[in-house]
């Protein structure tokens, strides 16, 4: 069985299109769509490893409230 792998970046209407596969017209292929690597990672899998990795101090909203007000100059 031969393999092909291509990735494609999905269209505004949720389409892909393959073009130029290296099968004969009129063939019976099966496709199936995975997202690529790294697609899977979410923003807040990222975040939390970035601040493990660069040791950032974890904040509550209240205290990052707190820090933006102090450096606008708004009393608390």
């Known amino acids: 069985m031969r393999r092909f792998r291509r990735r494609i970046k999905v269209t505004q209407d949720q389409g892909v299109r393959l073009g130029k596969v290296p099968f004969k017209p009129g063939t019976l292929v099966e496709v199936i769509v995975l997202p690529t690597r790294g697609a899977e990672r979410p923003i807040y899998r990222f975040t939390?490893?970035?601040?493990?990795?660069?040791?950032?101090?974890?904040?509550?909203?209240?205290?990052?409230?707190?820090?933006?007000?102090?450096?606008?100059?708004?009393?608390?």
Do not use: F, M, N
Request: charged share 35%.
């Open 48 to 76: 939390d490893s970035l601040v493990k990795r660069r040791q950032i101090p974890r904040y509550s909203l209240k205290a990052i409230e707190r820090i933006v007000h102090e450096s606008r100059g708004i009393p608390t």
